[in-house]
């Protein structure tokens, strides 16, 4: 009984290890590259890894799908090393065909789902400056969500907010 609670602890660890470095890359895809990585439509950027670690077994038994926090911190390694254009990508969803597929190479897999988004030449897009005439709490509601979205400001720009009395 004391080798199976041992094993069982030693596993849990090693999930949390990779939580960590899935959360990791979460942070250095987002601020480096501008790739927001979700999992199943829930944000990643800026959770623990307790939560984390709830999010995929939300995953596993209400989608339906089998996620390995394992197999996600690897394949989010892998876009560490690719050219690939600011984007929003989920994670949850890349790591469930990955574990379907029966793959065995992360970077041809990757190179193969995110080819559409792979490159240099898809970077040139310009981002534009808001300003945000602010009027109560809708003003104020989406002044918080284009803070949130904001990443690297590839796309929107919040440049100032306007509030009248």
Do not use: C
Not at 11 to 39: C, F, P, R
Not at 135 to 161: M, N, P, S, T, V
């Amino acid at each position: 009984m004391t080798k199976s609670y041992e094993n069982q602890l030693n596993n849990w660890v090693n999930k949390e290890k990779s939580g960590v470095n899935l959360l990791n890359s979460v942070g250095t895809l987002m601020y480096d590259k501008g790739i927001e990585l979700i999992l199943f439509r829930n944000q990643l950027l800026e959770i623990g890894v307790s939560e984390l670690m709830n999010n995929i077994s939300y995953a596993n038994k209400v989608v339906g799908r089998e996620n390995n926090v394992e197999v996600a911190a690897l394949l989010a390694s892998e876009m560490l090393n690719m050219d690939l254009a600011p984007s929003k990508i989920d994670i949850g969803l890349l790591t469930a065909e990955y574990i379907e597929s029966n793959a065995t190479d992360a970077n041809a897999f990757l190179s193969d789902k995110l080819s559409h988004i792979d490159g240099a030449d898809t970077r040139s897009k310009t981002a534009k400056d808001v300003i945000l005439y602010g009027f109560g709490r809708i003003g104020r509601l989406a002044a918080r969500e284009l803070i949130k979205q904001a990443g690297k400001g590839q796309q929107l720009r919040l440049k100032a907010i306007v509030v009248v009395f």
